[in-house]
């Protein structure tokens, strides 16, 4: 289980990546830009896109590094990583992957109870 949750949260953490590339590239036009928000529609919050396109993937890619020896805190930071990633970005076509599988890379690294077998 924890091999499965290093390796779910591994790929959630480089998908979440690739939409935190875009979404702060999205909101630096916004603020280059004004005039394309009101094509467009502008974000809500910028500052919590912005933070959360770094912040969400970090945990991630952390939460499964850590899943393998530490699987409570891993377990914790990929959740707190799916959590933060809905929350910034919303569930939609791009998103639903990432949060998924950092969803149940969480959960699959809290419920190990022993170390898998090598």
Avoid: K
């Avoid at 499965?4 to 690739?18: E, H, Q, R, V």
């Avoid at 896109?49 to 993937?57: C, E, G, K, N, V």
């Avoid at 998924?100 to 699959?108: F, Q, R, S, Y």
């Amino acid at each position: 289980m924890r091999n499965a949750a290093l390796t779910l949260g591994l790929i959630g953490g480089l998908w979440g990546m690739l939409v935190g590339f875009f979404s702060f590239g999205y909101t630096d036009l916004l603020i280059r830009y004004p005039e394309l928000a009101e094509i467009t529609g502008g974000v809500g919050n910028m500052a919590l896109i912005r933070s959360m396109s770094l912040i969400a993937p970090v945990m991630a890619i952390a939460g499964a590094a850590m899943a393998r020896s530490s699987n409570l805190i891993g377990g914790a930071l990929l959740l707190a990583s799916s959590a933060g990633m809905w929350l910034s970005f919303g569930f939609g076509v791009f998103t639903m992957f990432p949060i998924a599988m950092c969803g149940l890379a969480g959960v699959l690294a809290l419920l190990a109870r022993q170390p898998d077998p090598h």
